[in-house]
């Protein structure tokens, strides 16, 4: 007995004929009746009453229809959840984040993968740069978005991770409004050397750190650092007058009406985010679903081929 006699004879039982059967399965009625006399030979007794309208079940065929409609729903549901997970939408997906990229990059792609796959489960680990890289790298994040450092400052990632830039953003002068009466539509830094620089924490905020003080000396002077640990936090500093800072250009997301948003007047490195994934793995769908959404970006694609925007 195999599923395919299974499904006839469920047919069969359903119609109360072997030739609306037939036409329903798309079949010829002489191999149909074949396959129900193979299915009552292997099982040693009649399942069927055959008359000139049609057929009835015997006691022992109501018996088989009832199993053989839990046997197949169930094997319907265990095919449609295994082509489920092996298509990615279902499962589960772990990405590790630095704060910062939360509502620049996180929460934009979150939206439109849940969109897209609603009934995979996704987890959060939220850190500092460094643990990002070793949840990574230790197989309890399938992925992790930081900010990198300018180029040339600061330690590489590593050979056994794939970086790929996701967006990259301008830096800004971020001002109280009353220093922001004084200065240019766009700032030079060298005019601000005497001013206190409210900056992100590297152990929170990894690569952008770097950037303010990349800037600063770019300009020709060293900064005096205040750290923080939040973006608002740095805003809400600067807009009571603590200080001033540079940022990425998404901070006018969280300036308040006291905080003035300025581009630089000297070129710098702009900041990035990336996602990094472990080199040597094979992704998983729902990676490599989160991989698609994440690279349909003007950025360069550097991870591989398959993940290629489409």
């Known amino acids: 007995?195999?599923?395919?006699?299974?499904?006839?004879?469920?047919?069969?039982?359903?119609?109360?004929?072997?030739?609306?059967?037939?036409?329903?399965?798309?079949?010829?009625?002489?191999?149909?009746s074949a396959q129900l006399a193979r299915l009552e030979h292997e099982l040693g007794v009649t399942l069927l009453v055959r008359h000139r309208r049609g057929v009835d079940l015997t006691e022992a065929g109501a018996h088989l229809l009832e199993h053989a409609r839990r046997l197949l729903a169930g094997m319907d549901a265990a095919t449609d959840s295994v082509r489920r997970l092996g298509e990615g939408r279902v499962g589960r997906l772990t990405v590790a984040f630095v704060s910062a990229t939360a509502w620049t990059v996180l929460a934009p792609l979150l939206r439109g993968y849940h969109a897209d796959r609603p009934d995979v489960v996704i987890d959060f680990l939220?850190?500092?740069?460094?643990?990002?890289?070793?949840?990574?790298?230790?197989?309890?994040?399938?992925?992790?978005?930081?900010?990198?450092?300018?180029?040339?400052?600061?330690?590489?990632?590593?050979?056994?991770?794939?970086?790929?830039?996701?967006?990259?953003?301008?830096?800004?002068?971020?001002?109280?409004?009353?220093?922001?009466?004084?200065?240019?539509?766009?700032?030079?830094?060298?005019?601000?050397?005497?001013?206190?620089?409210?900056?992100?924490?590297?152990?929170?905020?990894?690569?952008?750190?770097?950037?303010?003080?990349?800037?600063?000396?770019?300009?020709?002077?060293?900064?005096?650092?205040?750290?923080?640990?939040?973006?608002?936090?740095?805003?809400?500093?600067?807009?009571?007058?603590?200080?001033?800072?540079?940022?990425?250009?998404?901070?006018?997301?969280?300036?308040?009406?006291?905080?003035v948003v300025r581009p630089l007047a000297r070129h710098v490195p702009v900041a990035e985010t990336a996602v990094l994934r472990r080199r040597g793995d094979r992704p998983s769908p729902q990676v490599q679903h989160f991989l698609r959404l994440a690279l349909a970006?003007?950025?360069?694609?550097?991870?591989?081929?398959?993940?290629?925007?489409?």
């Open 126 to 259: 939220e850190s500092g740069p460094d643990a990002v890289v070793e949840h990574v790298r230790a197989r309890r994040a399938d992925l992790g978005l930081l900010h990198l450092p300018p180029p040339g400052v600061g330690a590489t990632h590593g050979q056994d991770l794939d970086v790929a830039v996701l967006q990259r953003e301008p830096l800004v002068a971020v001002l109280p409004a009353a220093l922001a009466a004084t200065v240019g539509d766009r700032v030079d830094l060298a005019a601000l050397a005497d001013q206190t620089f409210l900056t992100p924490t590297r152990a929170v905020w990894g690569g952008l750190r770097p950037h303010l003080l990349n800037a600063c000396r770019l300009s020709g002077f060293e900064p005096v650092l205040r750290e923080v640990e939040l973006m608002h936090t740095a805003a809400a500093m600067v807009g009571a007058g603590l200080g001033v800072s540079v940022l990425p250009a998404s901070v006018r997301q969280v300036a308040g009406p006291d905080v």
């Open 1 to 32: 007995m195999d599923l395919k006699q299974l499904r006839y004879f469920l047919v069969v039982a359903e119609e109360r004929s072997v030739t609306r059967a037939a036409s329903r399965l798309h079949l010829t009625q002489p191999p149909l």
């Open 297 to 310: 970006t003007p950025e360069p694609d550097v991870l591989s081929p398959e993940h290629s925007r489409r």
